[in-house]
């Protein structure tokens, strides 16, 4: 059974940076894509980083430049360094990884003061 585990949320100034990580557990090889996810009150979740088996990455438009998606292959670790947070990002983060299945974490608040 694959567990995702999410920590380093929590309550930062706007400006400040966090540093999420996910570790993945039960799987004894790589996923082909890992990734984070964010959902506020009142909207979808969507993708905010995503890195794939050979490390290519992607970034939604409204992070692109503030948030870097890195991975441990292995370990099967993902981190999400957020920097210059905005009030905006404020949202619950989740981890997903991919392989034949998806899979979720239990997912970690970030909150973002202005």
């Known amino acids: 059974q694959v567990q995702l585990v999410e920590s380093g949320g929590g309550l930062v100034q706007a400006g400040g940076s966090l540093k999420l990580s996910c570790a993945a557990s039960?799987?004894?090889?790589?996923?082909?894509?890992m990734g984070w996810y964010r959902q506020a009150p009142g909207k979808q979740r969507e993708l905010v980083a995503g890195?794939?088996?050979?490390?290519?990455?992607k970034y939604a438009d409204s992070v692109e430049g503030r948030f870097t998606i890195t991975k441990n292959n292995a370990k099967n670790i993902v981190y999400l360094e957020m920097n210059s947070l905005k009030p905006e990002d404020t949202a619950v983060y989740y981890c997903?990884?991919?392989?034949?299945?998806?899979?979720w974490g239990q997912g970690t608040q970030v909150t973002v003061s202005s």
């Open positions: 997903n990884a991919v392989a034949l299945s998806g899979y």
């Open positions: 890195i794939s088996g050979g490390g290519s990455t």
């Open positions: 039960g799987r004894p090889f790589t996923f082909k894509f």
